[in-house]
């Protein structure tokens, strides 16, 4: 799960704990929906969604239409409303995107006080470590979550709440598009390895490198999920292999 959901979000809520009933229902649908419970291109039926929680529809409809604004689901008309599923042209642009927003945070976080890099670098170390024995254990599920763990640890000491709220509507799009992979390797290995060279920069507050790390390593994430998905095309035939590609191919 992302790092930054709420504990409502991230479980069913039993009770509604006096929360209004509209952020009551969000949190529960972003949940089901970032849990691929509801997966991208299915349309989310409202009375349903009301017996889940035994309210109206009508917090339910007000639920949709902020999720809605986030981009996670989309209303068609005469149709209903529907979980987003990102086409191939809005995954490059938020990998593109994302890329910057990594580099910028990157850079941000190795100009950090000695005592505070010191510390974040600790805790990326340690999230390196866990993302090993994920690797280990051939638990692709668990690298992804400590990989999104590592990354929002340097976001959020970049300290910059408009970039950190535009990172998160970004990779929780980015997360709709990474639900089918999830229980495939992409790559742990190679990615482990840029973890480490970031963390090491940022510890030294290497400013530029850390910077052009992070920015390198979305971009490399996404060559690699982009042959991920030409295997999968085309069956994993060794003589059907994609051509070597650019970190971020032209539109």
Not at 11 to 30: F, I, W, Y
Not at 188 to 200: G, P, T
Not at 223 to 247: F, H, V
């Amino acid at each position: 799960m992302l790092p930054w959901l709420s504990d409502e979000a991230c479980d069913p809520p039993g009770t509604l704990h006096g929360a209004p009933l509209a952020k009551v229902v969000r949190d529960d649908m972003l949940g089901m929906i970032l849990r691929g419970e509801l997966r991208p291109g299915q349309r989310i039926n409202e009375p349903d969604m009301a017996s889940r929680l035994g309210i109206s529809r009508v917090p339910v409809r007000e639920a949709l239409r902020e999720l809605e604004s986030t981009g996670l689901v989309v209303a068609r008309k005469h149709a209903g409303v529907f979980v987003h599923e990102p086409d191939a042209r809005e995954i490059l642009e938020l990998y593109e995107m994302r890329g910057m927003l990594d580099g910028f945070a990157g850079r941000r976080a190795a100009r950090l006080p000695d005592a505070q890099r010191t510390a974040l670098a600790d805790l990326l170390d340690e999230s390196i470590a866990q993302m090993k024995a994920a690797f280990a254990a051939h638990d692709v599920q668990l690298y992804y979550r400590e990989n999104l763990r590592f990354h929002w640890a340097i976001v959020q000491a970049a300290g910059n709440r408009a970039m950190a709220n535009t990172y998160r509507s970004v990779v929780q799009k980015l997360h709709l598009s990474r639900l089918k992979n999830l229980s495939q390797d992409t790559g742990m290995r190679a990615s482990i390895a840029e973890h480490e060279r970031i963390s090491r920069a940022l510890r030294k507050g290497d400013i530029a490198r850390c910077e052009d790390l992070m920015a390198r390593h979305v971009g490399d994430a996404y060559d690699r999920l982009q042959s991920l998905e030409t295997k999968s095309q085309q069956g994993d035939s060794p003589c059907n292999a994609a051509p070597s590609r650019s970190r971020f191919p032209p539109p």
